[in-house]
């Protein structure tokens, strides 16, 4: 069996997440999954900072990444992640309600590696969401810097 | 790290109110935070609900509105009957459907005050599609009314001063094939009417067929011409000489310009050069006859029996005759040498006396001196002196007659003198004849005429010159004198022309103002040339000079109007930008907020489906799926609506393309999405276009998938596709065999959620059709749709040609 990485998820609303892991958990994926709450902390968890001093190292298979948080919103932690050394290989996915295309081209701009609007519909967001963690968090190879 | 349990039954149903609640608060703080009035009544059409802008708009309050009739909180009257207009609630009521206002309605308000608005109402559907009340929609159009008349009293004003101006004036499109615009005056000069004019630009003839190619050469290099000449052809086939002024505005693909009839003026230029002509020809024949005169006076002299002797008044002599010489017993030469103040003999015989007398007095005198001659002959000499003018100096003639031969004949001076006042008499006349007709010219072709001597710095002109500059001949007599007459800031630009076209000899034409003695300011146009002699040493400037003042005052006007209406389109412009950011901004939140909602209830409504299927009634679960529809439906709302204002907003990227590359593309992922669908697709030959590909694609997608769609329940599909090339625009359609619609609802068709089948039939939210008329009109065509119900359907769509 594939081994199964750690999914970083980055949402604000409990709802989303509730929903979120309930899609992931009906494929045995919801397990490794680490939810922060906004950008703030999405950077903490990344750089070992404040309530993550003591976490284990290394980075995530991925980072789901809400645009619309709290405090740093999506747009500024992929900007960060970018332009910091030791994170800017990091793959990183937008789940947004969002279709607009100022989004889209903005996201792309600053080197997103897929950007995928949530659908009204569960059935299709379970879907979705389930294509998302198989394929980063078990089919897709990252350099070896990056593993967890 | 948090991982996330699964959720018990009761925080499940919780959260599901929650949405629910959480989804109508969205929808109130909408409705209490858009800029149109909104009001919700029952059935009973009394009021339940009002939002701020509706609370302003009536004059009530929601608290005392709440419960009373519409008709009270909402009276509507019709702008110009002031009759009671029906109330949209009612009709709305009775229709069970989207209903809009009539035009031109006003809402009076509690304290009287009037609003023209505009409004329309819809009805309120509970779960099971009973209207339980009606939301009214309105918004003040008081400041769209005054921009309005604004506008339209800007657009009278200048229409009045096009129509009315003493300039002929137009606009036509740059390659000439029609004239978009033309004003009285213009319409006069070619002796036509305007009417007839705008509907045949073959009205605008011109002498010369090349002409207008020279000059439509010469505009295209400079943008611009000014009082440039050419010769028209009138309707009567009279040839008539214009100056024109044109202006190319090669963006906007047309061209104005300005036309003054200059054919009275240049034949009173050529009768002034015919005048001076004749003038010429008179002074040459006056020399002539001078010449003549003077030879003959020289013979007269000679051969005169007369002693005749001149002198300047300072002494020497310049005429002395043969007789004289022979009487004096000295030979021409040495008299022609002789100073008659320096001769001794004078002195003493009292002679010089006699001359300074003449002289001084201009009184003739005489005198009969006795004299011993060098030959030893006593003789007696009659003096007779007098005196005359040449070349501005005195001088004396003295006349010496031998009285001791008394053989003279004493008539023959006098005949002489006779011929010449005779002749000076004639000349003056006919020159004074000429002058006058010369005036007379200019008078009536309110063209004044100067000369200005440049070496004796006089200047002269005609009435005419003197009526222009409003001073008398005295206050413009010499050029510092002119100078003063202008307006300070031509001073420097004017004597640099005067200078210039002196040390040149070159043709003088400048236009400059003067200021008259009650302030007032005149602007003249002056033309001239300079004369010189044969030593190229210039003597005189002479040329005219024509009051220009009206014509610069109407450019002036003109262009003042031009600016303001800039202006104005600028500043709407801006306005219109700045209402298209907040829509913008509208919609990106629509885009974020409106949708989690309502993925949240389509999520609690699948988890409880699934975790508790079987806990749940028949009843239960026919609940749930009713939620799950109304919820999917509301996502596709959401995403059409999105989409048919972003269509909106977006700016065009056009390009040239061809048309059959989408339109294949489209047909195949039709295809693709109706696989159990048999199609005859009937694809004509299509041009390429320039415009927006993205969107044309979406036009396409929308009109196909429809054709598709509305042909599912025949039995045999056939969809054709194809152009009819028009005169000005390309009109494309798709012909179905489907369903059909009733012609008479054709005009709803386009508009946005108008649908004219039950959703049970044919799915789709009604933007579709509404999307394609925004992009073509955006595109600058034209959407139409003919049909039969049960017969099939065409769609067409224009788009304009290129020019």
Redesign the interface.
Known sequence: MLKLRTILFAED?P?????T??AL?DHNL??N???VRDGVETMDYLRSEGNYKQ?KPGNPAVLLLD??MPRMDGLEVLKAIRSDARLKTLPVVIL???????DLIKSYELGVNAYVV??????E??EAVRQLGVFWAVINEVPLENKS | ????K??NTSKSQN?SEI?LKESEQMYRTTMMSVGDGVITTNTEGEVKLMNPVAEELTGWKQKEAQGKSLEEIFPIINEDTRKNVENPVRRVMREGKVAGLANHSVLIAKDGTEHPITDSGAPIHNEKDEITGVVLVFRDQTLERIAQKALQESEVKYRTLFENAQVGMYRSKLDGTAILAVNRKLAEIFGSNEKEMLDNPATIRWADPNARGRMVEKLKQSGFLHDYEIDILTKSEEIRNLSISVHLYPELGYLEGSAIDITGRKEAEEQIRRLNEELEEIVKQRTAQLQDTLELNQKIINSSSLGIFACKEEGPCIIANPAVARISGASVEEMLKINFRELDSWKKNGLFQKAETALRTKKVQTAEIHLTTSFGRDAWIFYYFTTFRSGGKLHFLMIVEDITERKLDENELKKYRDHLEELIKERTTELMRSRELLEEAQTMAHVGSWEFNIVKDEISGSEEFYRLFGVSKEQIAHYQQFVSLLHKDDWERVQKDVEESIEWSKPYDTDYRIVLSDSKVRQINARGRVFIDDTGKPLRMMGTCMDITERKQTEEEIRKLNTELEDRVAKRTSQLEASNKELEAFS?SV???L??P???V??????LNKHFHSELPEKGQHYLNSIADS??L??VLI?DL?QFS?TGRMELRESDFDMNEIVKEVIESLGKDNPDRKIEWVLGKLPSIYGDKALLRLVWMNLLSNAVKFTRTGKQTRIEIGVKKEKKELVFFVRDNGVGFDIQYAQKLFGVFQRLHPAEEFEGTGVGLANVRRIILRHGGRTWAEAELNNGAIFYFSIPKKN
Do not use: C, W
Not at chain 1, 96 to 102: G, M, P, V
């Open positions: 609303n709802k989303d997440v509730e929903l892991l309930e958990s919801a397990n999954v680490i939810v976490r645009i619309k947004t309600s969002s279709r607009e295309e100022q949530k659908p009204v519909d569960f059935k967001f379970i | 790290m948090k991982i996330m699964k959720s959260e949405a990106y885009s974020h907020d949708r989690a309502l993925r949240h389509s999520g609690y409504v699948e988890l919820v999917r509301m996502g995403d999105l972003r």
